[in-house]
């Protein structure tokens, strides 16, 4: 028997998000937190599909510009992609100041890039755009929730927040309910991690799973197929949404892996595809 920890219950009209790899480890102080919410575990999904969700881990804020700021950059993902990308590299490397070039973008393009940049308060400070070089330039935040949150926790915040505004409409059409959780731990029976999920969604008591991708380089497309065999899932209950999969890949790994598979363009339409799939 597996029990499965869901970090945060996300409700319906909260705007909260998961934690992603911190900068600094505070490793003690989670496993405190964890073990006092498994003492109060309650079953939420009365094993359902074989699994037992429980509610552990402390509720995290999240204010609602952060969500919007989040859902922002998702929906601008092509335009910044790349520096994203790039300032990923900068926290490897420990280094607090940036400059990326901006020489292959067009003036438009730059224009927006800054704007989207200097929007981004707390995140990265003294954003310019430094017409000699052509680079924009500034300083990295260098917290464990500004490394998390632009390492990919944006991606998922505006996963997270376009899946709770597809099902609130959904629903009130279809009369249902709907339960949506973040950061899910599958765990066995002595307690060892199995697998972690992004975003949970239970609807008509059916199961869901969503995982979040914002890297360049996945390619593990068997995760999510093994994934519904070992819990019994049908695939096409499960997504991926892979924010730099291109059409044609998307094709792909559809037709062979028969799981849905989403880039941010195709977000909406997917989740939609998926929640109605009977």
């Not at 998961?18 to 003492?39: C, F, G, M, T, W």
């Not at 730059?110 to 200097?118: A, M, P, T």
């Not at 049908?234 to 792909?252: G, N, Q, T, Y």
Request: hydrophobic content about 35%; aromatic content about 8%; charged content about 30%.
């Amino acid at each position: 028997m597996l029990k499965t920890t869901a970090l945060c219950k996300v409700e319906t009209t909260d705007d909260t998000n998961s934690e992603a790899k911190p900068l600094v480890s505070d490793v003690d102080k989670q496993e405190k937190i964890e073990s006092l919410n498994r003492a109060k575990a309650l079953d939420l999904l009365k094993n359902m599909e074989n699994i037992i969700m429980y509610p552990s881990g402390a509720q995290e804020y999240i204010p609602p510009r952060v969500v919007g700021l989040a859902v922002k950059m998702m929906e601008n993902h092509e335009l910044i992609k790349d520096i994203i990308i790039e300032l990923r590299q900068y926290y490897t490397r420990g280094q607090k100041e940036f400059e990326i070039s901006l020489a292959e973008k067009d003036e438009v393009e730059k224009l927006q890039i800054v704007s989207i940049f200097k929007s981004m308060s707390g995140l990265v400070s003294c954003v310019r755009h430094v017409r000699d070089t052509d680079t924009l330039k500034g300083f990295l935040i260098m917290t464990q929730k500004a490394q998390k949150f632009i390492t990919g926790q944006y991606l998922e915040i505006g996963v997270e927040k376009t899946v709770k505004n597809i099902l609130n409409d959904w629903a009130k059409i279809h009369n249902t309910s709907y339960e949506v959780y973040r950061n899910v731990k599958i765990e066995k029976i002595d307690g060892t991690i199995k697998n972690e999920f992004d975003v949970v969604i239970v609807l008509k008591n059916k199961f869901y799973i969503i995982e979040c991708k914002s890297g360049r380089n996945f390619y593990n497309w068997n995760r999510l197929t093994e994934i519904a065999i070992d819990y019994g899932i049908i695939p096409k209950r499960c997504c991926l949404v892979d924010s730099f999969a291109s059409d044609d890949d998307i094709e792909c790994i559809e037709y062979f892996c028969e799981y849905n598979v989403s880039n941010i363009n195709s977000l909406h339409d997917k989740i939609i595809k998926m929640i109605t799939y009977n």
